[in-house]
């Protein structure tokens, strides 16, 4: 048995957008409305009835008329891979339509021609934060059952049109985000306060029927396509060594585990089943369900990674900042500009448990540091961003990821996230920067929409080029 010590040869470099974040054209030739349109503030502030200028989704940083040059510039980094989703209302604008829209389907063939022609690989996002808002208005989202038949849907056109030149694919994106952000990440329009935990996990087991129905769908169409289940990954650390912090821990972590235990194993783990009894939930979930759950389990297991946290069930609880969920301040860590803990080590945890627990081979499909970024003009009297905070997170998260496969994990590879800046998904900012690469916008929506190299830009093309080599232990 060779266990490799450093990053594999066919290891997929790349970066991560999603449509609601960077596309813009948010009605161009028949795209339908999606939660995201009425989310000017993103989860932070309040919806509105219907799109607002002050909304920066609708125009993105304008990669639905740029992908070329876009494209072009993750090229020039070498990125073996390119992670983005499809706007689920440029193909069924309603989502409840039986055919779908002819010139939506057409950009994303563009998008692959261009991706093609440099030999980046896609890595394709079937749903991310981004459901019709017609289905979330008429079904209230994935609290209807009604969703599993439009998602397989929407799901099957994919596999058909892009089948044969797309062999990644997620189904949902941080699916079990759901949570903790029912509407944006759900569709399902009932406030978050009058949900019922009913119909909440109601909603979770749609979701993850209609995960595995497209597994199912997928493998049919074409036996080569790879489908991976998408978690947001959140080691817990209990805050002192107390037992009862140790439980509450695991607790919380279970949360997240319960999602990849379905996908991965094809049942609900016996822990989830007892905390269903204990809340007095009982679940509609058929034979064909079951059925459906156990037989189409994933091929591989992706997940974003920023921060750890820690749980207490016996101290004062310091509430941490965190990706869409918090937990309790871990005083050993030091936090980025919006509150999040900054853990490299974490992300070794993550893939040794991941690896453990499922033994499916696991992408980490996003990673990064949002920051606020100032534009200096560069030796060469271009515009630039001296971002050397950017490259340190990312060196020290890289260095783990090297760790875990000397460890043994099997990782097929990194896509950092918002590798061209882009709208925040939590705070619907453009101020919270993610990229190598600079686009020229601003909160209030001024800007020329220009993109420039920051200093990560030759870093990162450095690692990629050196196959990790370059990055400093
Ligand atoms: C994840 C989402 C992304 C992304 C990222 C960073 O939760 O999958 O869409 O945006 O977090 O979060 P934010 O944009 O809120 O900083």
């Known amino acids: 048995m060779n266990t490799p010590t450093t990053f594999p040869d066919n290891f997929l470099w790349g970066g991560a957008l999603a449509a609601n974040q960077y596309e813009g054209a948010y009605d161009a030739d028949g795209k339908g409305l999606s939660v995201q349109d009425v989310m000017p503030q993103g989860i932070v502030g309040p919806r509105t009835e219907a799109p607002t200028p002050d909304n920066l989704k609708l125009v993105g940083i304008d990669f639905y008329h740029r992908y070329k040059e876009d494209i072009a510039l993750l090229a020039e980094m070498g990125f073996k891979v390119f992670r983005f989703s499809i706007a689920w209302s440029r193909i069924f604008p309603n989502g409840d339509e039986t055919e779908p829209n002819e010139a939506g389907l057409a950009f994303y063939d563009r998008v692959l021609d261009e991706l093609e022609k440099y030999g980046i690989e896609p890595l394709v996002t079937i749903s991310h934060y981004e459901t019709p808002l017609h289905l979330t208005k008429t079904y209230n989202g994935w609290a209807d059952r009604r969703m599993i038949g439009f998602f397989e849907r929407y799901a099957r056109t994919l596999f058909e049109r892009y089948g044969k030149r797309v062999k990644y694919w997620l189904t949902f994106n941080e699916i079990n985000s759901v949570l903790h952000e029912p509407f944006m990440s759900g569709g399902i329009n009932t406030p978050k306060e009058e949900l019922s935990e009913q119909d909440l996990y109601q909603a979770i087991h749609h979701e993850l029927v209609a995960s595995a129905s497209a597994t199912r769908i997928a493998h049919e169409v074409s036996p080569e396509l790879q489908v991976g289940c998408m978690i947001l990954a959140i080691p817990f650390y209990p805050l002192t060594p107390d037992p009862r912090d140790v439980w509450a821990a695991k607790q919380a972590e279970r949360d997240n585990y319960t999602f990849g235990d379905v996908h991965v194993r094809g049942a609900y783990p016996g822990y989830f089943l007892r905390k269903l009894r204990d809340k007095g939930i009982e679940l509609d979930i058929t034979e064909a369900d ?76 996003e990673n990064g540091l949002g920051a606020r970024d100032e534009l200096v003009t560069g030796p060469d009297g271009t515009p630039t961003v001296a971002d050397d905070y950017r490259i340190d997170y990312m060196n020290d998260h890289l260095v783990q990821v090297r760790e875990a496969i000397a460890d043994g994990v099997q990782v097929i590879g990194y896509t950092s996230w918002g590798c061209i800046d882009c709208v925040s998904a939590s705070t619907a900012q453009m101020s919270k920067r993610y990229g190598f690469i600079y686009v020229d916008r601003n909160d209030d929506g001024t800007g020329t929409l220009e993109r420039y190299r920051k200093q990560s830009f030759g870093w990162y093309r450095d690692v990629i080029a050196s196959n990790g080599a370059s990055l400093k232990a």
């Open 290 to 365: 079951r059925r459906t759950l156990a037989e189409h389990t994933v091929d591989f297991v992706s997940f974003s990674y920023y921060m750890s946290s820690c749980e207490t069930a016996t101290q004062q609880r310091e509430a941490s900042g965190g990706n869409l969920m918090g937990g309790v301040v871990n005083p050993t860590l030091e936090v980025s500009q919006w509150g999040w803990a900054i853990d490299p080590r974490g992300l070794r945890t993550i893939l040794n448990d991941y690896w453990d627990r499922w033994g499916k081979p696991l992408f980490i499909v």
